[in-house]
């Protein structure tokens, strides 16, 4: 058996949370294998709407097992947060949601370092979530990281020590905070975690396999975020692309399977830095109302630009894409004409690969394609597709020389096709 791996091929926010509840009744395991509660991924189904955080998208479809992997930084009062919610809707899953010992723990320090720093940054700030995770991934390359496993024993010796020696730092800072309100529900937080069985998650990933189980791998963040390959600084602390999977759940690259790459059909940022197709006019009013474009963890509204392919191509490149699935098609239904990058136009002249660093004179060079025009949120089969729609697609596929395999639209989990 492999591990087949969906994750976002632009900034975040491409529907991974829709996507994965739909194809989960295909696996019997899926897993988070980076980042943290600075996700916010979308469920809606039978009228209810769930935004998960650090819990895989997996839950809503009968007993799967879902597994936090090695890779993902976990915030225990954000957690306890999440699974009280959950339980409240009569979604228990102390039976079946394993965490990676191996997982590292966000602590209350490592959140107020995030908002210390960016607040020290002033105009250059990365427009974090502010959910500790910088911090958080810099303990654990930086080797002082206290991981899930540690709660078991020598929990609070530990933590006291590496409180002390943030607080030395965040006073570098002149930072004003009152540690009371960080710490507010950490103890209990560490409780709900110890209720959870806490594994080793290499161990266990590769024991799946071995017995024939079906694994999906869920990203979080986007490949155009990632810590190596996106707009750095401007990017997450993770690696969120395709060889983060092997990474935050330890299976070999061997074992990837099918790599899905969902991407929006227009882009989406939150947060700064450069976003080449990014429109400051009434057509990027109207994709962030009709897209409803607000973040799902911090509620900022979302920068709103066309489909950037030079961006795309780039990301289907760097994850190995075998299927594209393309979400948000229906939030284009408002527009009479279509625009998509296919180059950049810079002082260096046109180019067509994504470059070291994104040029502020940068001008996108455009196809335009005739819209659609129409409501597509009540198709369900392709040959309902209007011609726009399918010509839309064709290019797409064309440049990127991946199938679309599956086209989202709608918000809801039925508001889904799967093409043949
Ligand atoms: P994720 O982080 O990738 O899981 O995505 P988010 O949940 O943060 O943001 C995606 C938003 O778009 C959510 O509000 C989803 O409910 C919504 N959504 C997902 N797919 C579609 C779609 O095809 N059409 C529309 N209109 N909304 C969608
Ligand atoms: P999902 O999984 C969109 C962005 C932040 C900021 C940068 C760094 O829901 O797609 P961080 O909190 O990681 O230090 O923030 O990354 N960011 C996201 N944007 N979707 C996300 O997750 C994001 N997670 C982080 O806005 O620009
Ligand atoms: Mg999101």
Known sequence: MSVDVLLGLQWGDEGKGKVVDVLTPKYDVITRF????????????????????????????????????????????????????????????????????????????????????????????????????????????????????????GFDEKYTS??????????????????????????????????????????????????????????????????????????????????????GMGISPRNIGEVYGIFKAYCTRVGSGPFPTELFDEDGEKMRKNGNEFGSTTGRPRRCGWLDLVALKYSVMINGVTQLIMTKGDVLGCFETIKIATAYKTDVGIINEFPFELPENLEPVYKEMPGWHCDLTNVRTEKDFPKELKNYIKFIEDELEVPVTIVSVGPDREQIIVRK
């Open 162 to 247: 590496l409180k002390e020696k943030h607080m030395t730092l965040i006073s570098m800072y002149g930072f004003d905070y009152n540690m009371e309100e960080y710490e507010k529900g950490l103890k209990e937080g560490i409780e709900t975690l110890k209720q959870f069985t806490l594994i080793n998650s290499e161990h266990e990933m590769n024991r799946y396999l071995r017995d024939g189980q079906s694994i999906l791998a869920e990203g979080a963040q986007g490949t155009l975020l990632d810590i190596d390959f996106g707009s750095y600084p401007y990017v997450t602390s993770s690696n969120t692309v395709c060889a983060g999977a092997c990474i």
């Open 34 to 153: 980076q980042g943290g509660p600075n996700a916010g991924h979308t469920l809606e189904f039978e009228g209810k709407k769930f935004v998960l955080h650090n819990i895989p998208s997996g839950i809503f479809q009968g007993d799967k097992i879902n597994v936090i992997g090695n890779g993902v930084v976990l915030d225990p009062i954000i957690f306890k947060e999440e699974i009280d919610g959950l339980k409240k809707q009569g979604i228990d899953l102390s039976n079946n949601l394993f965490i990676s010992k191996k997982a590292h723990l966000i602590l209350p320090t490592h959140r107020i370092l995030d908002a210390a720093s960016e607040a020290a940054k002033g105009k250059t700030r990365i427009g974090s979530t502010l959910k500790g995770i910088g911090p958080a991934y810099m303990d654990k390359t930086g080797r002082n990281g206290i991981r899930v496993g540690d709660i078991l024993s």
